[in-house]
């Protein structure tokens, strides 16, 4: 079946440096992603989120890059702080409401 | 505004027992999802309501799992009997529609 991000990497950052947390998807037809923050004993998150027509968008500290011809995503956190520790997954989906989750990766930022 | 609340945040059962989780949406939300997630997965949509209609429980367990929304509001998500690889957490998330989706803390079950 379609899968995005099957590993759970773990990525840590020195705190204020920037972050980039990768996502594979394979479902050429997915036309909305979304990256969400989950921290422990709690549920996900919305951080941002980009259409297929989009190759970039921006947020407050976060931009998230969309590659369709290689099918990836990545989520980048400026000036990385204690806060963002947490697994951060993707998810996509083609036109429904049914969202396919990544397996995640674990941002530590170490002080 | 009060998010997405579940109960209860934890539950450990033995084997064969039953077990329930209760969801109350984000009000004025008529879409809920229920979802199942394994450690370090992400998660997997078990049902989705519109309103009070399941239209999509293809990753329901029928034959374990049932769930309700009977007024179009609050959810229950039953398991019985519960087996050992049922141990995971079950998140609920609303939304307006096809709308940004809220997610519980969720309830963390332990099947023992």
């Known amino acids: 079946g379609e899968s995005v991000g099957l590993h759970l990497p773990t990525l840590s950052v020195q705190e204020g440096d920037n972050s980039i947390i990768n996502c594979a998807y394979s479902n050429s037809a997915s036309d909305y992603f979304i990256w969400y923050k989950q921290e422990s004993g709690k549920g996900p998150q919305f951080i941002i989120d980009i259409r297929s027509n989009m190759d970039k968008r921006q947020g407050q500290r976060v931009t998230v890059l969309l590659n369709k011809t290689v099918k990836h995503l990545s989520l980048q956190i400026a000036a990385t702080q204690p806060g963002d520790s947490a697994v951060y997954f993707c998810a996509e989906t083609s036109g429904t409401y049914k969202y396919i989750f990544g397996t995640g990766t674990r941002l530590k930022v170490l002080a | 505004e009060a998010g997405v609340v579940q109960s209860p945040r934890y539950k450990i059962i033995e084997k064969k027992q039953p077990v329930a989780f209760w969801c109350n949406p984000i009000?004025?939300?008529?879409?809920l999802y229920w979802y199942l997630q394994n450690l370090g997965q992400g998660p997997e949509l078990l049902i989705r309501y519109e309103n009070e209609e399941a239209v999509d429980d293809s990753q329901l367990p029928k034959d374990r799992f049932s769930a309700e929304r009977l007024k179009g509001v609050d959810s229950t998500l039953k398991i019985q009997p519960a087996e050992l690889g049922d141990s995971a957490v079950y998140l609920c998330?609303?939304?307006?529609?096809?709308?940004?989706?809220?997610f519980g803390p969720g309830t963390r079950l332990t099947v023992l």
């Open positions: 998330a609303s939304s307006i529609g096809r709308q940004q989706q809220f």
């Open positions: 009000s004025g939300h008529n879409t």
